[in-house]
T-cell receptor, first 114, second 116 residues
């Protein structure tokens, strides 16, 4: 059974720092990996989707990498801003198994203070 | 605009009542999902449907029921059998990938259910 772990569980940084959020998974038979952002009391917003054949994806100040062989993905946030404060979740979709249900990590709660 | 809508945003239930949460999508996605989110527990899958008129139980289906009569709609009923229904409920959808798997998953804004 796929297990997804996100470290750290919480992070507090001053504005302007570059930071890295980690996501690890136990089964490398994945179809894609998706990073989400969730603000308090809101739904999940898709940030980046990396297909299993890709190594990284970029959107603005965000860069996500994928290393299937080691079961790891990182989300890099450049020049962090207070508006980046949220919970970040990663989800791994399987490439086999029939149901193709994504497995979610528990998230990293990020606070960027001015 | 394409997306997923959930209603109501807030819902209050009395003990012994059944309540239904609405989820509608206009993304033309085949697959739809219901998740429950509790503080410190992450997302837990309640039910999912990969095609109209078919759905499967997730990890915590007891006390819940769903229907999938239309591609666009996947309502969730929280029955009186669900002993601790107070939670944040999220609906999602996705389309199938070309070589198996599911493509990008999109989420609605959520419904917060409180038992009085």
């Amino acid at each position: 059974k796929q297990e997804v772990t996100q470290i750290p569980a919480a992070l507090s940084v001053p504005e302007g720092e570059n930071l890295v959020l980690n996501c690890s998974f136990t089964d490398s038979a994945i179809y894609n990996l998706q990073w989400f952002r969730q603000d308090p009391g809101k739904g999940l917003t898709s940030l980046l989707l990396i297909q299993s054949s890709q190594r990284e994806q970029t959107s603005g100040r965000l860069n996500a990498s994928l290393d299937k062989s080691s079961g790891r993905s990182t989300l890099y946030i450049a020049a962090s801003q207070p508006g980046d404060s949220a919970t970040y979740l990663c989800a791994v979709s399987p490439s086999s198994g029939g149901s193709y249900i994504p497995t979610f990590g528990r998230g990293t709660s990020l606070i960027v203070h001015p | 605009d394409g997306g997923i809508t959930q209603s109501p945003k807030y819902l209050f239930r009395k003990e012994g009542q059944n309540v239904t949460l609405s989820c509608e999508q206009n993304l033309n996605h085949d697959a739809m999902y219901w998740y429950r989110q509790d503080p410190g527990q992450g997302l837990r899958l309640i039910y999912y449907s990969q095609i109209v008129n078919d759905f499967q139980k997730g990890d915590i289906a007891e006390g819940y029921s769903v229907s999938r009569e239309k591609k666009e709609s996947f309502p969730l009923t929280v029955t009186s059998a669900q002993k601790n229904p107070t939670a944040f409920y999220l609906c999602a959808s996705s389309s199938p990938g070309l070589a198996g798997g599911q493509n990008e998953q999109f989420f609605g804004p959520g419904t917060r259910l409180t038992v009085l």
